[in-house]
């Protein structure tokens, strides 16, 4: 709990969505410098929500705002559903761009 508060509090943009009743059912979470590179971090929607347009709401706000960052990045799942959805939202995989990503394990 306490790393993930201190993630939401250090990250650059959050952006939650709720029902009319106030209740929390997406949120999405972008870290960077908000002007050479724009990372998100997390896109959550409950599982009884999903499939309403709520993560795309939240990622097309998200990218309008920062539309003149140079990079906007993610990693995500390997599957399908994780692979349908962004593309469908505008991203390209990096290796269809001849490129790779690395993320570093050793600290965990």
């Not at 929607?45 to 347009?53: D, F, I, K, L």
């Amino acid at each position: 709990p306490e790393m993930l508060k201190a993630a939401f509090e250090n990250s650059l943009h959050v952006l939650a969505a709720f029902t009319e009743e106030g209740i929390l059912v997406g949120v999405l979470r972008a870290v960077g410098d908000g002007a050479s590179i724009l990372f998100i971090q997390d896109i959550l929607v409950t599982p009884e929500y999903q499939h309403q347009g709520i993560g795309t709401k939240l990622l097309q706000q998200t990218l309008e705002k920062y539309k003149n960052v140079y990079q906007i990045q993610l990693t995500t799942d390997n599957s399908m559903k994780t692979i349908s959805f962004y593309e469908s939202n505008g991203f390209t995989s990096l290796t269809s761009l001849n490129c790779v990503s690395f993320m570093y394990t050793g600290n965990q």
